[in-house]
């Protein structure tokens, strides 16, 4: 047991004087990781606002459901529990033909032209709200069903269009984190194949004087887990500092049009997803760059 927490501390200590031996290489390691991690972060909260507004845009996206003129105040009033249990419906909101009336006058400033109309005219109504809008023509064939409702209007357009939207985004996203991913494997790879070099005479050293290849190996596994998990932890504040300029500046303009996502919606999952790819990069790249230099 002794032993083996002195070869731990061993492989600690090597580990941690490595990086500070070699400390440009180690340096332009812990770039490399930044540098990828801070771009793939932005994209990746790039990709989630986009999404975002597209959410914003297909809640805009309602349904309206006319009553037929029979049906009483009260049937009209207690159709919405009906409504609801319709697959797809995630809400729905009753709009009295006085509402009605009182919206429409709203949009004009002379009222005298409409002096002759009262809310007779108009129809109760459903504004209904979907869970997922790419089932939109689904649900308005649904809503065709119930009797009490005369005209269900859904602007499909435009839903599709949304949904196509949500899909490119999301391909999108895929393809370019794939490639900026294989793209920084690549150069980090490299990198740690280049740290491997200068010292392949001291890995030939210590293998012609018996050491395993597990010994070797492990004081370079635990450069490489600490120069990934640094690089990540750097990345992950970097990009949080970023986003907070960012947002502050969306806030300055005082649109009231979009505002972004809040970055703690996300950083338990950028904080992991950083982590994990730091570990795997430094990790891996020190573990495979080595297995060409230990087949001696």
Sequence with gaps: MKVNRNRTFYYIKEGVTSIFNHSLMSFASICIIVAFLVIMGSFILLAVNINALIGELENDNVIL????????????????????????VASVQFITREEAFEKFMGRYDDEDRFKDIDASVFRHRYAIYVEDVA???????????????????ANLAIARALVNLRNVVRW??????????SISLFIMSNTIKLATYERREEIAIMKMVGATNSFIRWPFVVEGFILGVTG?????????????????RVLELEAGLFQLVMF???????????????????VGGSGLALNRYLKV
């Design 232 to 248: 990540s932890l750097i990345a992950y504040f970097v990009l949080f500092g970023l986003y907070g300029v960012v947002s502050g």
């Design 65 to 88: 459901a006319y009553v037929h003129e029979n049906v009483s105040d009260a049937d009209a009033l207690s159709l919405g529990s009906k409504l609801r249990a319709i697959p797809n």
């Design 135 to 153: 089932l939109i023509a689904d649900t308005q064939q649904e809503l065709r069903y119930v009797p009490e409702l005369a005209t269900i209007n």
């Design 172 to 181: 999108v996203s895929v393809i370019i984190v794939a490639i900026l991913l």
């Design 264 to 282: 703690s919606n996300v950083s338990v999952l950028l904080f992991i997803l950083f982590t994990g790819i730091g570990f795997g990069v430094g």
